[in-house]
């Protein structure tokens, strides 16, 4: 983000101080204040290779791109099918602290929930409100595994409290759809901010709503009542698909969460309860039944690539300080921004902003992990070598040359501005991979409880399952290779080598000697299985 900003910034006063700017644009406005307005050299061309969104248009004839990603995302969703309305009829107008817009809610096709009405509250502010003192050993207790009213009697309360807001949660996870708009705070004139300020306390709050549901899980099923507990585990990861299913990567990420404690609370779940042929086969069709896992390719296609057409937009028409957009604490000072809106093709700069994401959504939607990494870390470097190259000390040279300003820092601007909104797309796609892992891991853990079941054991080798209980042996899709599988005294590890594709020996990241690998180690208690 630094060099973004101190790199342009550098070109642009080489060109300014060598007299290529026009005088007329080092006025004597105080560089503290905010650049005064100034229109774009070129005129913004709408078409799928600059602005790529053609439709709606504002009333400046520039395209709004917030409205096209609502309406790509939000296309034929009724508020009757959309989970999202039933989650902020619990969390109300104002989740997190932060006042929701009436906008947001006409968007969702509901009324504005009272300012004063019943909503759920996290752990820790249902405790304050009551006096008492917040015991997050206590918290994490009751998520980590089955326990009883009388061990942990305040959390407890705090469940009782909850229970309407999570039955309701529960029901509306039923729902087909799931669709939560982006709606941008507005500026003191009424004008909206950028895309990247949009806030999302939904999704925060979906997070304390999860934890609510898998500390009720983890209570019922230590209390005896297993389907009871199977059902708000299926419900959390119901919720987790669902927020998976959104418009930006933030919300993708939340869901793979929620997903992934959803995962760990139901592999807990088969320990605990041992299902026997017929129970293990109706929790299968259950979780087979889920929403498919939404590609993360779509968030990037789409509405990442929108937050950097708005900011261009933004920064064309001196809306936004460059500097600010990067981090720096002061911007780039207001002569140099008004500067670059002049000298910089802005038209140029969309195209090939353009170019970079239609190359990393194409890779993100590459079947083969192996073949997407690989153009995933292609894409990565060039771009970053693009953006080095764009304010390397040669070219500050160059800049103050006649003719060439505008091109340079088009080229700088380009390469910098898309590494700066282009998020960790590696990081991201390995939380997609580690998401699908873990539900591959959880099926056949589920096809090994079948089979104890069935033989009183459980089998030496993966291979024994086929053909009766698995077609083929399940393939690690981080290795190519079969999963890893072991018998152990009282139960069995099954692992994926993760992300470095170094099998770790069974070590994951909570291990005293941590490892990379994803991991379910099951330890039979002594109860007999379920059926």
Not at 23 to 34: T, Y
Not at 191 to 201: C, D, Q
Not at 214 to 237: I, N, Q, V, Y
Not at 484 to 504: I, P, Q
Request: hydrophobic share 40%; net charge negative; glycine share 8%.
């Amino acid at each position: 983000m630094c060099r973004f900003n101190s790199g342009v910034s550098r070109i642009l006063a080489v060109v300014l101080l060598t007299g290529v700017i026009s005088p007329g644009l080092a006025s004597d406005q105080d560089a503290n204040e905010p650049p005064k307005p100034a229109p774009p050299v070129a005129r913004i061309v709408i078409s799928p290779e600059t602005t790529h969104f053609t439709e709606p248009l504002q009333e400046d004839g520039l395209v709004d791109v917030v409205e096209a990603v609502n309406r790509h995302f939000g296309q034929n969703i009724s508020p009757e099918q959309n989970a999202a309305v039933v989650l902020y009829e619990v969390l109300g107008p104002s989740p997190a602290g932060v006042r929701l817009s009436d906008e947001f809610f006409k968007t969702l096709g509901m009324s504005r929930p009272p300012e004063n009405g019943d909503y759920f509250q996290e752990y820790g502010t249902w405790q304050q409100t009551k006096g008492r003192k917040v015991s997050l050993d206590d918290f994490n207790r009751a998520m980590a595994g089955p326990w009883k009213r009388n061990d942990l009697p305040e959390i407890y309360d705090w469940l009782e409290a909850s229970r309407p807001h999570l039955d309701r949660i529960a029901e509306g996870t039923k729902r087909p759809d799931y669709f939560s708009p982006l709606i941008p705070p507005t500026d003191a004139q009424g004008r909206r901010a950028g895309m990247v300020n949009t806030l999302l306390p939904g999704v925060q709050m979906s997070r304390a709503l999860a934890r609510a549901m898998l500390c009720r899980g983890m209570l019922l099923l230590g209390e005896g009542s297993h389907m009871d507990a199977w059902r708000d585990f299926f419900a959390l990861h119901r919720l987790g698909r669902q927020i998976g299913r959104s418009a930006t990567l933030i919300e993708h990420l939340v869901g793979v969460a929620l997903e992934t404690m959803a995962l760990e609370a139901e592999t807990r779940w088969i320990e605990h309860v041992q299902p026997g042929v017929k129970l293990a086969a109706r929790v299968r069709e259950e979780l087979q039944s889920l929403p498919e896992i939404s590609s993360m390719a779509d968030a990037v296609d789409i509405t990442e690539r929108a937050m950097y057409i708005d900011s261009v937009l933004l920064l064309s028409q001196n809306r936004i300080n460059l500097g600010m957009l990067a981090g720096a604490n002061d911007g780039v000072p207001p002569v140099l921004q008004q500067a670059a809106t002049a000298l910089i093709d802005w038209n140029s700069v969309l195209r090939k902003g353009n170019q970079w994401y239609d190359r990393m959504a194409a890779a993100m939607r590459l079947e083969d992990r192996q073949a997407r990494q690989a153009m995933l870390r292609k894409v990565e470097q060039e771009l970053k070598q693009a953006q080095k190259e764009g304010a390397a000390p040669g070219k500050l040279a160059l800049a103050v040359l006649p003719g060439l300003a505008s091109p340079i820092l088009t080229d700088a601007y380009s390469s910098a501005l898309a590494a700066l909104l282009l998020p960790g797309i590696n990081a991201a796609q390995h939380a997609e991979d580690r998401q699908r892992q873990n539900f591959d891991n959880l099926l056949v853990t589920l096809t090994l409880f079948s089979a104890l079941a069935a033989s009183g054991e459980f089998p030496e080798r993966l291979d024994q399952l086929v053909p009766q209980q698995l077609m083929t042996v399940p393939i690690d899709r981080f290795s190519g290779s079969p999963l890893k599988y072991r018998r152990t005294a009282d139960g069995f590890e099954l692992y994926s080598v993760g992300k470095n594709e170094t099998d770790d020996g069974g070590r994951t990241f909570g291990d005293e000697k941590p490892g990379d690998d994803l991991v379910v180690r099951i330890s039979l208690a002594k109860t007999a299985p379920a059926n």
